[in-house]
Each structure stands twice: as structure tokens, then as C-alpha cells.
């Protein structure tokens, strides 16, 4: 499976932004995609999982302000940031596993992508 993320870029405090994840190489549609995030000097952090029935996940700290979504058709994820803040800079990567479980653990998901850089300034 080969992902490609695109969509990063900077904007300030309060906006939003939208990252898309392509994915090619086998069925999209049975596989869990998620969006991990690394900031400088942190671990990589859960951010979003979703299914392939559309039934997603959050990590605690984007709750109520980030959406993922689907498109099986297109073989792409999305994930929509509102509500942006600064503590939100982070590369963001997209990664995708087989099975039920939307896990949060980065070290379950079997294929990355490259990453995309999110700044959001203050």
C-alpha cells in the first residue's frame, strides 16, 4: 500500500485546513486509515481513525474540532481542522492497517505515508 499525503501548509490561530491522503496498491476500502501527528522533540500522536463503515475515532486533544472522512470511491481519507491552535503544528501523517480495531498505538499500523507539515502561528 503507498500513501501520499498533501494538504499541510501554514495558517493562523483559529483557522482551518484540510489534509487529504491518497491511497493506492490494494482494497482501500476494507483497510482502517488513521492520521498520526509528530511534533519537534514528541512522540507521534494518535489523531483520528476511521472504518471502513465510517464509524472514526479521536484523540482527546482534537475532539470537537477535527473531522475524518472517507471517500472510498477516491481511495481517500480526510481529515478537516478547525478551530486551529499553535500546540496543532505538527507534521501529520496518514497510515492505514488491516483488521476492526481503529488502534491508537502507532506501532500497529503496517503502512505511512510521507508526511505533511501543519504550522499554525500564534
Known amino acids: 500500500v503507498q500513501l501520499q499525503a498533501y494538504g499541510g501548509g501554514l495558517v493562523q490561530a483559529g483557522g482551518s485546513l484540510r489534509l487529504s491522503c491518497a491511497a493506492s496498491g490494494q482494497t482501500f476500502s476494507t483497510y482502517i486509515m488513521a492520521w498520526f501527528r509528530q511534533a519537534p522533540g514528541k512522540e507521534r500522536e494518535f489523531v483520528a481513525g476511521i472504518r471502513w463503515s465510517g464509524d472514526s475515532t479521536y484523540g482527546d486533544s482534537v475532539k470537537g474540532r477535527f473531522t475524518i472522512s472517507r471517500d472510498n470511491a477516491k481511495n481517500t481519507v480526510y481529515l478537516q481542522m478547525s478551530s486551529l491552535k499553535p500546540e496543532d503544528t505538527a507534521v501529520y501523517y496518514c497510515?492505514?492497517?488491516?483488521?476492526?480495531?481503529?488502534?491508537?498505538?502507532?506501532?500497529?499500523?503496517?503502512?505511512w505515508g510521507q508526511g505533511t507539515l501543519v504550522t499554525v502561528s500564534s
Open positions: 497510515a492505514t492497517k488491516t483488521g476492526y480495531m481503529i488502534a491508537t498505538m502507532a506501532r500497529n499500523y503496517s503502512y
